[in-house]
């Protein structure tokens, strides 16, 4: 009996390995995923990712600045950019760092990668007050202690992820090229290319960097971890569109030699509820006001002709 059982977990895992995780067919898109990576079942209480931002928020006036150690030096070695079918990953080797702002421990930076939609569509996975964005880049560090993934995704706040939402306008970022110039060589699932280092502090905004949203949730893609301590930055990175139409248009999520090739688009999961957790806005954060019902704007107006004796129309 324990011989069958130990051969059926053999081959429910080798099951879990061998399915593979999609974004649009029905068969193993985020609603699916449950079936095959059980902690991505949203059940009552989750700490699922990713969430509305919205004006449900409590200031915390102890979460100040990150540190982000190495950010601003050109790291030795090579990066590597690469095409997995989910999304854009840079993999950017050792030497940095984040930890402060409120972080439970030294997270060391582990890679970069992306979340976009389509030549229509907006691909951010988290929203502010309902707005997505057109594009989120995160950047995934995991907690020092810990010696592998696996090991970090025990524990509810093995990573820390830095979530940065991506705007559009008409310039270029010239910043942002050192990854959108190499989009072409990785524009296949399974590609992957040398990349040279540049200062990862290139890439983010310049100012604010002080205003953020932090909340306990999970990893966006299988196995959905609930072990992310994220940092929504309020500031956005801004590129051009032509550097976002790289993303959306010429990225695939099949093979080169597929029968058919089939763009990467819209790999965000869908909202999860916040229920019973906190959505704390650092010490400088804007705190979101949301949308005021009739029945607020009614008394408001009444308050005004009360208080003020004016008429408000
Ligand atoms: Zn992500």
Known sequence: MMVRSAALLVVLVLCADSQDYCYHEPDCDPYAWGDFFPSCHPLLGGHHSPINLDHHMVRNLSLGLLHLEGFDE?????????????????????????????????YHTVQVHFHWGDPSTNGSEHTVDGRRYPMEMHIVNMKSIHPNVSAAEEDPTGFAVLGFFIDV????????????????????????????????????????????????????????????????????????????????????????????VTPLQNNFRHLHTRFSRTVSASRDARLLRGTADPLTLLSMRLLHIVVLGQFYL
């Open 74 to 106: 050109t790291q030795t070695g090579q990066w590597t950019l690469e095409n997995d079918g989910h999304s854009v990953l840079l993999q950017v080797g050792s030497g940095m760092s984040v930890s402060g702002g409120g972080l439970p421990g030294v």
């Open 169 to 260: 306008v008409y310039a270029d970022n010239v910043h942002f090229s050192h990854i959108s110039q190499k989009l072409s060589s990785v524009a296949y699932r399974g590609q992957m290319t040398g990349i040279k280092p540049f200062p990862l502090l290139s890439l983010l905004p310049k100012l604010n960097m002080s205003q953020y949203y932090r909340y306990s949730g999970s990893l966006t893609t299988p196995p959905c971890s609930q072990a992310v301590v994220w940092t929504l930055y309020e500031v956005p990175i801004y590129i051009s569109w032509s550097q976002l139409a790289q993303f959306t248009s010429q990225i695939f999520s099949t093979e080169e030699d597929a029968a058919q």
